[in-house]
């Protein structure tokens, strides 16, 4: 009589380890990527594509569990099934009483909808799932235009390397660096929506357009963004306000400075504060300001003794031998001091690349995230650039300072919204 195999597990990476301590129905760490097709979806063939998808993606099959020190992961055998989208945005997906899968497939008129919770994968792990997805949904939905044999898919990772724990990989046991004291941030207050809901404001405009008007600033997409983001905080603030510095604090994705193809968590953040009490309300300056620290942060020596910090603490012999009960509010509580000091985040996803035969068959992919503040992300397929805001304020008024400072320097934007009350 054979013996039952016990189901493998693994544990989380550097970046997954705070999202359960830290999860609440305030900010469930849940982020939405959607493909909007220019057709409707197909439930029955979505269905399909995602088992195929699962073949490439066993990791997804995870299930989350609590040990003595650390929560792990858990290989399961569930299907995940498709459903048609019911539930709010970003709605939790992750409960410590139930053991079911970490992410969410949807659908809704013509776009397809991934929902992840953020101890599984990043924002560019998830986007190669529902790039993978969308891939085999267009393969099966149009297969006479593919008698000759698919297209080429520019993922192909191996399952170990989809797995792999990049933070690990890349980790020294370093003297401990000096840390500079966070400052306390600016933060938005103001009513709030009911039940823990989300509002969504979405502005879509060129590729072309914006990198021209980036360019004349001398500055890259996501730097003038960003510097467009502080001055539009600003225009929202009170004089006395102004004594504390907004912070944008940016996600950084590692698989540009050391190689890797997981899909698993592999970021870092970066931490900008302009502070109004000091430095000029100007759009020119601001730029210059985010183009000066994106060039002095944003390399390959600074960012590995960020994850060599990070990760020193996790392998830590006193860290290890906490038990669990003890490290959830540690976690917590270091969670919260470290919000303290951070007025808003900023996400660039980038390109989204998709085969050139499927690509008539694609409008655009979108991306945006629950929040507990504030929160901008921003990806773009073709001439096509999408930049959602979420919020759990009533308020939109950093969004239309926003969106009103991007026509005034002529370029065209459609604003969506699932709250009916936005007027640009």
């Known amino acids: 009589m054979g013996s039952v195999s016990e189901p493998k597990w693994s544990k989380l990476d550097n970046a997954a380890k705070i999202f359960p301590s830290t999860s609440s129905k305030k900010d469930p760490k849940v982020f939405r990527f959607s493909c909007e097709l220019t057709e409707q979806v197909d439930g029955q063939v979505l269905q399909f594509a995602l088992d195929r998808t699962m073949e490439k993606f066993p990791f997804y099959r995870s299930v989350l569990k609590k040990g003595l020190f650390w929560y792990y992961f858990e290989d399961s055998t569930r299907r995940p099934v498709v459903q048609p989208e019911v539930l ?144 539009s905080i600003r225009q929202t603030m009170g004089l006395r306000e102004t004594s504390r510095p907004v912070v944008i604090t940016i996600p950084v994705n590692l698989r540009n400075y050391f190689p890797s193809d997981t899909a698993r968590n592999f970021f870092s953040v970066i931490n900008l504060g302009y502070d109004f009490s000091r430095q000029a309300p100007s759009l020119e300056e601001a730029v ?3 183009r000066e620290r994106f060039q002095a942060q944003l390399t390959a020596d600074n960012l590995k003794k960020r994850i060599d910090e990070l990760s020193a603490l996790e392998h830590n012999l006193l860290t290890q031998l906490v038990p669990l009960i003890l490290k959830d509010p540690v976690l917590r509580v270091a969670d919260y001091l470290a919000e303290r000091g951070i007025t808003a985040a900023f996400s660039n996803v980038g390109k989204v690349a998709m085969p050139l035969e499927m690509a008539k068959y694609i409008d655009s992919f979108h991306v945006f995230t629950s929040t507990a503040r504030l929160q901008a992300c921003m990806c773009s397929f073709q001439d096509h650039f999408t930049i959602s805001f979420s919020s759990p304020f009533v308020s939109t008024d950093v969004q239309r300072a926003f969106f009103r400072q991007l026509t005034a320097e002529g370029i065209a934007v459609e604003v969506m919204s699932n709250q009916e009350q936005f007027v640009l």
């Open 88 to 231: 709010p945005p970003c709605a939790p997906i992750y409960s410590a009483d139930q053991k079911g899968l970490l992410f969410r497939v949807s659908f809704y008129a013509r776009r397809i909808n991934l929902e992840v919770y953020h101890a599984i994968s990043d924002g560019t792990g998830a986007l190669h799932f529902l790039r993978t997805l969308t891939y085999y949904y267009l393969l099966e939905r149009h297969s006479a235009d593919f008698l000759a044999g698919p297209p080429a898919f520019d993922y192909d990772a191996s399952q170990s390397q989809k797995r792999d724990d990049s933070f690990s990989r890349y980790y020294e046991k370093k003297p401990k660096a000096y840390q500079s004291k966070a400052v306390k941030a600016y933060h938005q207050y103001g009513e709030r929506w009911p039940d823990n809901r989300i509002s969504i404001v979405e502005g879509r405009m060129s590729v072309q357009a914006l990198l021209a008007l980036s360019h004349r600033y001398h500055a890259t997409l996501t730097e003038f963004l960003t510097a467009l983001l502080i001055l």
């Open 288 to 290: 210059v300001f985010v």
